[in-house]
């Protein structure tokens, strides 16, 4: 799914009209094909819903709920989390902003928000003073690539749209996912002069 945005924002910024765009969107969505799988669909619309099946399909977002309600607005300190289970251990290895988000409370969940906010806008501003037109699209991608993963990130953990896998840039667990992060925001700062 991110990777079909990236890949639309890039066509739309080089100058694709939207009419070649989405000619056949809504037949090739994946979302039309999910309901061909029950526990596909199960996941899909878990998110609706979470509380109905909490051991099951709903298992990562109603933990992700109990770690940011049990934050507040300040946190309860660095590792001072109390998620000590096993299968609170798996969940966390996967989504560290709920973690933060229990840990540094809201306000160190906006901080890191705004940083990526930030981070996203520095490599955007970047972008637009690059000349050549193959590095101005790649500062530009990969820009939009750590946005893309860290949004869809950020709204998965707090419920907005159906679990993704996708990790937080910089901050999730994963060795390529934090490689490729770092190469872009190299590339960006190489670009910068």
């Not at 679990?163 to 872009?184: E, R």
Request: net charge positive.
């Amino acid at each position: 799914m991110s990777l079909a945005i990236l890949t639309v924002a890039m066509l739309f910024l080089s100058g694709t009209k939207l009419k070649y765009l989405f000619p056949r969107a809504g037949r090739n969505s994946g979302a039309c094909k999910a309901h061909h799988g029950t526990y596909r669909w199960k996941r899909v619309t878990a998110f609706l819903d979470p509380w109905k099946d909490p051991q099951g399909s709903g298992f990562q977002l109603t933990q992700s709920f109990i770690a940011f309600g049990s934050g507040g607005p300040l946190g309860v300190g660095l590792a001072r989390a109390n998620r000590s289970s096993p299968s609170c251990l798996r969940f966390i290895l996967t989504s560290y902003f709920s973690l933060i988000g229990e840990e540094l409370g809201f306000v160190g969940a906006a901080v890191v928000v705004a940083l990526f906010f930030f981070l996203f806008l520095r490599g955007f501003m970047i972008a637009r003073k690059i000349e050549d037109p193959f590095a101005y699209y790649l500062a530009f991608g990969l820009s939009l690539m750590i946005g893309i993963q860290s949004v869809f990130n950020f709204a998965v953990v707090t419920g907005l749209i159906p679990t993704k896998g996708l990790p937080l840039p910089f901050i999730s667990y994963g060795g390529s996912s934090l490689v490729i992060s770092m190469v872009a925001a190299a590339y960006c700062s190489m670009c910068r002069g």
